[in-house]
C-alpha cells in the first residue's frame, strides 16, 4: 500500500459511529432551519409605514389574498367612498340612456358638487359620471332619488344591498357619505364593495377617467370634470377607484392598479398623506406579489424518455411561468 492512499485501518466502533451521526444531524437542521428562516424573512417583508387609522392591500386575481392591513374590520366612516355601493345599486336597477330631472333636495347638496341646478335634466350615465369621476354630491343626490323615489328609500336599498352581500361591518344612513354616527364600513367591506363595483364595465371605465365632461339635455352648460383621484392620469397602472374626506372621516382612498398581469386593490381610511402612501404601498405590493408568484411556481418535473431514446435518458419538463393560479 503506497502512502498516497489514506485508508483508515482502525475499525469503527459504535460510540463513533453515534458521534458522527449526531454531528451530522447537528448540521443538517442547521442547515435547513438557516434555509427555512432566510426563506420566511425574505418573503416576510413588513409593509411601508402609513398613518392610515386603517387599511388592506389585496391580491383580487389571487382569490383576494390579503397582502397587509391593520384593523381591516374596524368600523369607521368612509366619506365618499360611500358612492360605490351607490353605483352599484345605479348599474344594477336603471338604464343608463334614462333621464332624471334634479330635484331641490339634490341642488342643495353640500360638500363636494358641481352646482346642478334645480330642474336640470340628465342622463342618468352623466350623473353616474360627475358622481364617480367628480365625486359630486349633487349628482349622486338625484340618482338616489332615480332608483329609490328618495334618498330615505334608497338608504334602505343600500343596506339590504349590504346585508345580502354579507358584508357585517357596512351600514349606511344617507347616500354620499356625509357624517353620521350610524354612516360606517370597514377597510375589507370597502374592498369587497369595491370588488363587486368593478364587475360593471362602466363603472370600471369612469373610474379610470382622468378628464371628462357633461351637459345638461335642457340648457346650455358643460361641466368640465376632473377625476378627484389624483393618481388617475399620474400613474399608468393606475385604472381607479374613489377618494372620500369629511372632518370626521378624514382623508380616504381606494386604489386599483395593473402591473404584469398582476393587480392590486389598496383602502386606505383616514391617511392624511394618501397620495404619497397609496404609490408606495403599491409598488411595495407588487414586489411582494411577484415574489411570492416565484415561491409557488411550480418545480421541474421529470419524464420518462421515449422508447426510441436511451434507457437511462432523462427528459426534463421546464416549469410553467408564473406559476398556479388556482
Not at 459504535?14 to 426563506?39: D, E
Not at 339635455?217 to 393606475?238: A, D, H, I, M, P
Not at 411570492?292 to 410553467?320: K, Q, S, W, Y
Request: charged share 25%; hydrophobic share 45%.
Amino acid at each position: 500500500m503506497t502512502r498516497d492512499a489514506l485508508v483508515c485501518t482502525q475499525p469503527f466502533t459504535g460510540g463513533m459511529m453515534a458521534s458522527i451521526t449526531r454531528k451530522a444531524l447537528f448540521f443538517l437542521v442547521l442547515f435547513v432551519f438557516s434555509s427555512v428562516s432566510l426563506a420566511v424573512a425574505d418573503l416576510e417583508d413588513p409593509p411601508p409605514r402609513v398613518p392610515a387609522r386603517s387599511y388592506i392591500v389585496m391580491l383580487p386575481r389571487n382569490n383576494g389574498e390579503v397582502l397587509w392591513s391593520r384593523d381591516p374590520d374596524k368600523r369607521l366612516p368612509e366619506a365618499s367612498l360611500t358612492k360605490i355601493m351607490t353605483a352599484i345599486l345605479v348599474l344594477k336597477t336603471s338604464r343608463l340612456d334614462a333621464v332624471e330631472t334634479v330635484s331641490m333636495a339634490a341642488a342643495r347638496e353640500t360638500g363636494s358638487k358641481i352646482h346642478l341646478h334645480t330642474g336640470d335634466r340628465f342622463y342618468v350615465r352623466d350623473l353616474l359620471t360627475a358622481m364617480l369621476v367628480k365625486s359630486a354630491n349633487d349628482a349622486c343626490h338625484a340618482l338616489a332619488e332615480h332608483v329609490g323615489g328618495s334618498e330615505a328609500n334608497f338608504v334602505a336599498l343600500m343596506n339590504r344591498e349590504a346585508e345580502t352581500m354579507g358584508l357585517r361591518n357596512t351600514h349606511f344612513t344617507n347616500a354620499c357619505g356625509h357624517d353620521d354616527p350610524g354612516h360606517y364600513t370597514s377597510a375589507r367591506d370597502l374592498a369587497a364593495i369595491t370588488d363587486a363595483a368593478l364587475k360593471y364595465p362602466e363603472f370600471a371605465r369612469l373610474v379610470a377617467t382622468e378628464l371628462t365632461q357633461v351637459s345638461p339635455l335642457n340648457r346650455r352648460r358643460v361641466f368640465r370634470l376632473r377625476n378627484s383621484n389624483r393618481l388617475v392620469g399620474r400613474y399608468s397602472e393606475v385604472v381607479g377607484v374613489k377618494t372620500g374626506f369629511t372632518p370626521t372621516a378624514g382623508r380616504c382612498l381606494i386604489v386599483l392598479a395593473h402591473r404584469d398581469n398582476r393587480e392590486v386593490l389598496l383602502v386606505l381610511l383616514d391617511d392624511r398623506r394618501r397620495f404619497a402612501d397609496a404609490p408606495k404601498l403599491i409598488n411595495e405590493a407588487f414586489r411582494r406579489a411577484a415574489k411570492l408568484d416565484a415561491t409557488r411556481a411550480p418545480a421541474p418535473a421529470p419524464t420518462v424518455a421515449p422508447a426510441t431514446a436511451a434507457m437511462n435518458t432523462v427528459a426534463t419538463v421546464p416549469a410553467t411561468p408564473g406559476g398556479s393560479r388556482d
